[in-house]
């Protein structure tokens, strides 16, 4: 099994402009977050899914647009990409949701930088 | 406001020694306390996974413990190998509302031979 894919792997952004971040499960999991990892600090869930249809804000969801039409996948969308938003971005998929005892699984991120 | 805490930030220890890593938090109440090691570039995997009534959990030569009085957990690593130099991050998962999990900053460990 393939797991969370996440394309691309990098990209280089000019301020203004928008994008969208790929992310895919072969796993069949209901819940899928979207984190970011700035260097030297902790994730952040930006958003997540508890199923198709159903997405709702985490801890930073400012800037950030999601959607969720199918199970597979949760892409994300930087409409007006600033520096801030530079960073790496993981996309996690699991079968319950934070609050059980299964693991989230993680994509290898995205790595973001925004000039 | 959630925390979570770790310690130390770094570590560099020989290959075949043991070492342990700490973590305190601050969120209350909890649903479960998570320990994932996070190669760079790449995503953080799961190691153990303690709910709040468990004490202890074990992942092969990883060993997480928990003393949810203290707010505390521990990681100890046994006969460390060069593939364990990697991020260990502890994460902790509130209960009874949206389970937005707060993560530490991790400890960054290398083996050397």
């Known amino acids: 099994n393939a797991g969370v894919t996440q394309t691309p792997k990098f990209r280089i952004l000019k301020i203004g402009q928008s994008m969208t971040l790929q992310c895919t499960q072969d796993?069949?999991?209901?819940?899928m977050y979207w984190y970011r990892q700035d260097p030297g600090m902790g994730l952040k869930l930006i958003y997540y899914?508890?199923?198709?249809?159903?997405?709702d804000k985490g801890e930073v969801p400012n800037g950030y647009n999601v959607s969720r039409s199918t199970t597979e996948d949760f892409p994300l969308r930087l409409e007006l990409a600033a520096p801030s938003q530079t960073s790496v971005y993981f996309c996690?998929?699991?079968?319950?949701?934070?609050?059980?005892?299964?693991?989230?699984?993680f994509g290898d991120g995205t790595r973001l930088s925004i000039l | 406001k959630n925390q979570v805490e770790q310690s130390p930030q770094s570590l560099i220890i020989l290959e075949g020694k043991n070492c342990t890593l700490q973590?305190?938090?601050?969120?209350?109440?909890?649903?479960?306390l998570r320990w994932y090691k996070q190669d760079t570039g790449r995503g953080p995997v799961s190691l153990t996974i303690?709910?709040?009534?468990?004490n202890t959990k074990s992942n092969g030569r990883y060993t997480a413990t928990l003393d949810a009085d203290t707010k505390q957990s521990s990681l100890h690593i046994t006969a460390s190998q060069l593939s364990d130099s990697a991020s260990y991050i502890c994460?902790?998962?509130?209960?009874?509302?949206?389970?937005?999990?707060?993560f530490g900053r991790g400890t960054s460990l290398i083996v050397h031979p």
């Open positions: 996690a998929s699991s079968y319950s949701q934070g609050g059980g005892n299964q693991p989230q699984h």
């Open positions: 796993m069949n999991h209901n819940y």
């Open positions: 899914s508890v199923g198709a249809g159903i997405t």
């Open positions: 973590c305190n938090y601050t969120v209350s109440p909890f649903s479960n």
């Open positions: 303690m709910t709040f009534s468990e």
């Open positions: 994460v902790v998962t509130p209960s009874g509302g949206s389970y937005i999990p707060t």
